[in-house]
């Protein structure tokens, strides 16, 4: 049976809008990332462009130029029928429902769900997906990926904390 053991680190930082915003954070994705020299998929991509070798940035709003312009879910079953997978994908989604409609224009995410089932047929074997938000085990040992990394965010105060996890899918 799976065992989730990750390597636990504690970070304090801030908890914006636009999560790359807090240095800290954005420096642990891509280091992350630059473990492997391929392209990275950035879903949710925002407006931080990631220090790395190659980004592929899909994102609903047209305002940063993503190369996507759409909805990640659309986007993930156009990369499905053509077969296209990654080692690293990045999913940064809006936090809460809340959030999504107070930041975002008020567009759900769609069903995080099948959005997650859609993710994992994009990933590589023994690639990794490096998730933000409230949720520990994002796609989860049901998927078939086990937790290795694990970094808690401290925002202080009333601010609630939240994690970076990555998860790697086995060979
Ligand atoms: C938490 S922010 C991501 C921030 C990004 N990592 C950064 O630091 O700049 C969430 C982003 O998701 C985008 N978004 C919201 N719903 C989306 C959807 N259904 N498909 C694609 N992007 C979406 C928003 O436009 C926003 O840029």
Redesign the pocket.
Known sequence: MMINNPNMHYLEGNL??????EEKV?SVVEEHCNKFDTEVL???????KLNVLKEFR????AE?DPDYH????DFLHKSIDEEKSWDVI?Y????TDRK?KE???G????KYTKMKDSIIKCLNDNGVIIS?GHEISNFGKSRGLTVEELYVINPFGEIRPYFISIERKPL
């Open positions: 914006y809008r636009y999560t790359f915003r954005k950035n879903l949710f991509a925002g407006k931080h899909v994102d609903l709003s940063f759409g909805d990640a879910f990045v940064d989604p809006p936090f999504s930041f975002f224009g567009r759900r995410v769609g933000l």
